[in-house]
């Protein structure tokens, strides 16, 4: 290449053009100028029904709703679909329901234990061959409101701003991030201090031993007994004694995964910190990410079949258990799932997951905690309901929100908060605003019968 080559006939000649041809359309000129000023451009899009944020909530949410012949559109501001279990590798899917989407979807991506290397584009599948257009890489940042009604959203990508104008919103970002900016009331954190859930840096490591143990649980962890004698529990709450593992990490819970060697790890653990706020999600990000490898230290030191693992998949973002819960026109509380309450208006039926509050104020389960931080163990609840009223927001209209910041309690959350449970609520959602759509009526005064009858009497299509 000759050393005298400006900027312009070095883009020319990459391109194997002359430096005054082009590059797939744009001329060199452009190309560089493009290249030192920002792309600020506008772009207006129209859509019936948008759905923010593409994780097991919205997905969902989306596929069904273009199903009843609407047009949707997604927005989801990373690359990946799939929410927390793709893009913080959070896994497996938890939480019994019956609901046959959620059903569909288990066969689509191999159950509870997918792949989560290729979990998303099986969404994506799913959200295209119902119709629905997809953006990536576009965030949420504003809603646009006529008085007390969403009408639409702007978002930012790379080419600059982009204006949707929809009939209906619905917010599936799991902070409420869009029902928040138009004015819903909402809650964070428990009663009195208001602390939230601790986030989490969860990991992959290859190397494992056919016979290793699993501690899934801290129930697990307690009875599992390492080198005959002491249990998991102890030896962990050892470690965190002598400094070995940070005093946050109450239990390191270990799942196998589908290919051989493989384990799912859910240790890490940062306290008093929000997940909407961006030097928190900074601070814990860096904190939980240095804490994986000492975990991995302790399990190659301490833990049987271990010994020579090391971390294969870190996650793209840190996990976020708890941010912002909306108030709806209903709210579920702990009493609704204790007693396994029914609703008449129920989008979701037989929701089942333990209340599993990872503590908010250091390690372990904040549950029946006496006196160590890793004696805990999450409260069961009966099979229970979840209303299309604790989705509908007070105060904004043309909005539903779906997904783990629905309108429930800080305990009530820890149990619905899992995945399969958000799908299902997704798919109410989705059928719930194509409903309205259709009959013309408010999401407040949809026909729930008809709903409820294509919601849980469709069949799964396999
Ligand atoms: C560490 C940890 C461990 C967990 N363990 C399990 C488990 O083992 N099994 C289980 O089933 N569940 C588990 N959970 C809970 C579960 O992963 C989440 O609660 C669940 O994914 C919530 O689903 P969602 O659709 O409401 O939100 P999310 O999964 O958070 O999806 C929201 C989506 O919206 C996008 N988004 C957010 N804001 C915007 C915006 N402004 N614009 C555009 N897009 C946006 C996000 O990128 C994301 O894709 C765990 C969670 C954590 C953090």
Known sequence: MPAS???????????????????????????????ITVPVSSRSFETEILVCGGGPAGFSAATNAARLGRKILLLERYGRLGGMGVNARVWPLMGGVNSPFVKEVHNKIGGNGFDPEQADLHYADLLEQAGAKILLHTWVTEPLMEGNRIVGVKAICKEGIL????????????????AAAAGVP???????????????????????????????SEEAARGAKINGTETWETVTAQAQKNGELPDTIGVVRTYKMGRKGKACVNATQINRLYGTKVEDLTKAELECRR???????????????????????MPTVIGVRETRRI????QLKREDLITGRKWDNAVVRESQFAIDIHNPDGGGQAENQNDTAIQGGAVQVKPYDIPLTCMIPQKVEGLLVAGRCISGTHDAHA?????????????????AAATALNDKTELAAVNIEKVQKILFHSKPQL
């Open 5 to 35: 080559l400006n900027r312009r006939q070095l883009l020319g000649t990459l391109a194997g053009t002359s430096f005054a041809g082009t590059l797939g359309g744009i001329s060199a000129a452009q190309t560089e100028s493009a290249s």
């Open 186 to 216: 909402f809650d964070i954190g428990r009663d009195g201090d208001g602390l939230v859930q601790p986030m989490s840096i969860m990991f992959a490591v290859e190397g494992v031993a056919d016979d290793a143990k699993h501690c899934g």
């Open 415 to 431: 149990s619905y908060r899992v995945q399969n449970i958000c799908m299902a609520m997704g798919a109410g959602a989705g059928v």
């Open 163 to 178: 204006t949707i104008r929809a009939e209906l919103v619905i917010d599936a970002t799991g902070d409420a991030d869009i």
């Open 291 to 313: 804490q994986a490898f000492r975990v991995v230290e302790f399990m190659r030191k301490h833990l049987p079949g271990y010994e020579n693992c090391y971390v294969s998949h």
């Open 327 to 330: 108030r709806g026109l209903e």
